[in-house]
């Protein structure tokens, strides 16, 4: 290990392959959201633009709040199970993970006049506040198998680009690791061969010797949520036209923490293995406006629209990554001799600013007096106008030109169906839903439709009702840990995942 060592003593590589970019993924991961509101809404599949009486029409149609002739107080926890399945480069695994949440909270002021007071025809309104879940990004899915090793993660090192002498060496001098790259120098999983001389003097990646199959694998946990808070008003014209309007107050936290390892299937050098830990946390706010209509053509058919602007977020990133390799036998490194070692990334933050796509819905209800209704929605999302900008704040001046491209040609626009029931005897109501999400994809080699199928179950009273609602999700995507030239041996993960969460609802009118 003499050589290697004295290799190793040279430089670090500089290389901008920055795994924690800001990137396609990130504007989808905000974009592409999922309905949420009170165990009622929810057992209905969300289906509730033309609906109205609704905390949930905060969110979808707030001119559904003028439909309201009681003020109203509602809170909702809820539990979710997730469950993945990932396959691609050998054995199969399954995966669960369990969250508490609180799914929405809200608190409606209605204002009417009495029945027989005709000094208006402006017959009454309703202000109302309420807090949303709108995405849960909580998930955990694991894959392992065996790769050859032109396919392996030290494919992707040697397909790193050679860069200058001097500036490598200055990095590993000071010891401050900043790229992909330079940590799998520090950790030893990399050397580099020098050509040339003085300020031209170029370097290249080379990695250690390794033989046989290389085994991989990983975990990928993800934690957080992103949610609304939102104040609305719906005013009743007649009570035959509602008009409503809610300003949404965005709030979102995610986390993903990956920890890939590659290991000799028999070891016969002196590496053994390696384990590579990327960890990321996003947190930012930013708001939108949505403004709706419903009109009730007569005691049976309601018909509402609804348009929302684009949300507009400032987010801040923070990531640290580290690799820490293992050797088959005691190896001198710094005078010392080890069988480990490992080297991180400086803590690193950046903010930038995201806007979301506009969304529009429309829908149709179909009353039958005190046995029931049917609802039905249908949302309109351009999932590629979805655009990344700098934080002026900061007084970054990047552009995001090649990002915002993919965006544009990776994405399409997309309907989301939703379609609901409810069924009425007495104080007791039954509840079934479902809801279709179009793949955003352009490219739909993978179908990554959503589905959602829900049911619940209620009872009304006076001044009180409690509400249960289930929802079953699914949720299909592939994943890939890098990205080598030959995207034929590139390892391609397949995560199948589903999701089933219970919420209740108890409320309280006033």
Not at 46 to 74: H, Q, Y
Not at 349 to 358: K, S
Not at 492 to 502: C, L, P, R, S
């Amino acid at each position: 290990m003499k050589n290697l060592k004295l290799w190793l003593g040279l430089a670090l590589l500089s290389w901008s392959g920055h795994a924690f970019a800001q990137d396609e993924v990130d504007a989808l991961r905000y974009s592409r959201l999922q309905f949420g509101g009170p165990a009622r809404t929810l057992g209905i599949g969300g289906a509730n633009v033309a609906l109205g009486s609704d905390l949930g029409n905060l969110t979808s149609n707030p001119a559904g709040l003028g439909m309201f002739r009681k003020s109203e107080i509602s809170f909702t926890p809820g539990f979710g199970q997730i469950n993945t399945e990932a396959s691609g480069t050998g054995q199969r695994t399954t995966n669960t993970r369990n969250n508490f949440h609180v799914g929405n909270f809200g608190l409606a002021f209605t204002s009417r006049l009495a029945d027989d007071d005709n000094s208006s025809d402006w017959r009454g309104g309703t202000l109302a506040l309420g807090l949303t879940r709108l995405n849960n990004f909580n998930s955990q899915f694991r894959y392992n198998g065996t790769v050859t090793d032109d396919a392996s993660f030290f494919q992707y090192l040697r397909e790193a680009p050679t860069t200058s002498y001097t500036g490598i060496n200055n990095q590993y001098l000071k010891d401050q690791y900043t790229t992909l790259n330079g940590v799998a120098y520090g950790a030893y999983l990399t050397y580099l061969d020098t050509t040339g001389t003085g300020s031209s003097r170029r370097v290249q990646l080379k990695t250690l010797s390794r033989s046989g199959a290389i085994r991989q694998d990983e975990t990928v946990l993800t934690k957080g949520s992103h949610n609304q808070f939102d104040i609305g008003y719906g005013a009743s014209y007649q009570d035959r036209l509602y008009i409503g309007g809610a300003l949404g107050i965005v709030s979102s936290r995610y986390s993903s923490v990956s920890t890939f390892r590659e290991a000799e299937d028999v070891n016969s050098t002196v590496f053994s293995n390696f384990t590579l830990r990327d960890q990321l946390d996003t947190d930012g706010g930013g708001f939108n406006v949505r403004l709706g209509a419903i009109y009730r053509a007569n005691d049976w058919v309601r018909l509402g629209a609804s348009v929302q602007t684009p949300t507009f977020m400032r987010l801040t990133d923070s990531y640290s990554r580290q690799i820490t390799t293992e050797f088959g036998q005691p190896v001198v490194i710094e005078g010392k001799s080890t069988t480990s070692i490992a080297a991180s990334t400086q803590p690193g933050e950046y903010t930038y600013a995201l806007t979301t796509p506009f969304r529009a819905s429309a829908g149709a209800a179909v009353l039958a007096g005190k046995i029931g209704f049917l609802t039905a929605d249908a949302e309109y999302v351009n999932y590629s106008n979805a655009r990344l900008n700098s934080d002026a704040s900061t007084g970054d001046t990047y552009d995001f030109e090649v990002e915002n491209q993919n965006i544009s040609s990776l994405y399409q626009s997309a309907v989301n169906l939703r379609f609901g029931a409810e069924a009425r005897y007495n104080i007791f109501r039954v509840r079934g839903g479902y809801a279709r999400y179009g793949d955003p994809y352009k490219n739909n080699d993978f179908d990554r439709t959503q589905q959602f199928f829900t049911g619940g179950v209620g009872i009304r009273q006076d001044n009180f009702f409690l509400d249960l609602a289930g929802v079953y999700t699914t949720l299909n995507r592939y994943y890939t840990p890098y990205t080598i030239a030959d995207k034929t041996l590139q390892p391609v993960i397949t995560v199948k995942g589903n999701q089933f969460t219970t919420s209740v609802t108890a409320g309280v009118t006033f």
